[in-house]
């Protein structure tokens, strides 16, 4: 492993301290990504250090069942974990199953207290995400002819609610 990655990791550890496992969540996070941006690179890091800290962690590769619908599995997934955790890369919001999870991610956290929003920014500042500059406006203008502007409207507002959070800015991190 390299020092970067060692580095990236231990501070993704020291995160995992704000991450206290619970028994009446199915998950206790729920890792939101768009694969080719970061799958091999922060999800990983993240994903390894919270499960080596023995906190139950949702991420597609390992949790989504072969042969069920991706949908609901991924709505069942959010649904039942305390933090979601969306990992806001360059392309994120090119995807848009990572825009329809995000939307679900806001809506449970509106409606429950026990949900949390730690959004990670990787490769873009939260204020890109927020304000839709950027390829995050691009693609939202993309996505509206495809998906129609009332679901790219929900999609824009879940975008600069989850901004809103404190997370944390990962391009500076290793």
Known sequence: MSSDRRGAQTRI??????VAPTLSYRF?????????DCR???????????VE????????????????KIGPELERAIDGSRIHMPI???DYASSP????????????QRESAGHEIVPV??????????HKSGSYGEELLWHGGLYGEERVREWG????????????DARNMG
């Not at 550890?13 to 704000?18: A, D, F, G, L, N």
């Not at 091999?40 to 919270?50: H, M």
């Not at 975008?159 to 944390?168: D, I, P, R, S, V």
């Open 28 to 36: 206790d996070v729920f890792l939101s990504f768009r694969g080719p």
């Open 121 to 130: 920014f990787y490769g873009v500042s939260p204020s890109d995400v927020r």
């Open 157 to 168: 507002e879940a975008l600069t609610e989850a901004a809103g959070f404190k997370g944390w």
């Open 97 to 108: 199953w990572c825009l329809q999870e995000l939307a679900r991610m806001v809506k449970r």
């Open 40 to 50: 091999y690179t922060i999800a990983d890091v993240i994903y390894e250090s919270l």
């Open 88 to 90: 806001f890369s360059k």
């Open 53 to 68: 800290a023995r906190i139950r962690v949702f991420r597609d590769k390992e949790e989504l069942p072969v042969g069920r």
């Open 13 to 18: 550890v020291k995160i995992s301290t704000h």
